[in-house]
């Protein structure tokens, strides 16, 4: 079984609607990240948790919100989508004791019509 | 200027080609530097991790750090088509940092 799943592997959606992405591990790490993937821009940062009471904005956290519901859970959600926000996003987790080596889900394409 | 830059290819090198990857950064802070790969349709995955300056290999992989010149190089050896993927390096300055990825080097190697 995967050490982080995350669910849904593919959503499509309209804009204004509300999306919840989800994120499980099995790792047992107590840090969790939330990025987005688009072409031409490399992954960058929205949301991190450094343990369940620890939420902080990343570069682009702007109409994201993020929930950490439990150190194994970790869910980012769209309040109203746009377009924009059609991208790869992908859920990582690592510990605090390493040396921040990320290991990252497979990935939700989310397309925003 | 970008913290972290990295060509996007793409790549494309004959099977049994040596291939170099590269990274230049400008943030001297950065001490953990890592390469990884990301198949299509896939998460990345963690292939070389390096501490400082110098070198590390595992396999056909070789990793190196330059902190004088503040560039970093990933070189493959003996290609194979199952190299074809995405690489992205990454880099912190420690363990309250978060990681700064290059936006990824696409090869493709042709059988």
């Known amino acids: 079984d995967a050490d982080v799943t995350q669910t849904p592997r593919n959503r499509i959606t309209k804009t204004g609607k509300r999306i919840m992405l989800e994120c499980s591990q099995t790792?047992?790490?107590?840090?969790m990240y939330w990025y987005r993937q688009d072409p031409g821009l490399g992954l960058r940062l929205i949301y991190y948790?450094?343990?369940?009471?620890?939420?902080n904005k990343g570069e682009i956290s702007d109409g994201y919100s993020v929930s950490r519901q439990a150190q194994a859970k970790f869910s980012l959600s769209l309040e109203s989508a746009i377009p924009n926000q059609t991208a790869l996003y992908f859920c990582?987790?690592?510990?605090?004791?390493?040396?921040?080596?990320?290991?990252f889900g497979p990935g939700t394409r989310l397309t925003v019509l | 200027q970008k913290e972290v830059e990295q060509d996007p290819g793409p790549l494309s090198v004959p099977e049994g080609a040596i291939v170099s990857l590269n990274c230049t950064y400008s943030?001297?802070?950065?001490?953990?530097f890592m390469w990884y790969r990301q198949y299509s349709r896939k998460g990345p995955e963690l292939l070389m991790y390096?501490?400082?300056?110098g070198n590390k290999e595992d396999g056909r992989f070789t990793a190196q750090v330059d902190k004088s010149s503040k560039y970093i190089s990933l070189f493959i050896r003996d290609s194979q088509p199952s190299d074809s993927a995405t690489y992205l390096c990454?880099?912190?300055?420690?363990?309250?940092?978060?990681?700064?990825f290059g936006k990824g080097t696409k090869l493709s190697v042709k059988p």
């Open positions: 790792k047992g790490h107590d840090r």
């Open positions: 990582a987790t690592t510990t605090s004791g390493s040396t921040d080596t990320q290991y």
């Open positions: 948790s450094f343990d369940v009471k620890d939420i």
């Open positions: 990454a880099m912190t300055g420690g363990s309250q940092g978060n990681l700064i």
């Open positions: 390096t501490y400082s300056s």
């Open positions: 943030n001297s802070a950065f001490q953990y």
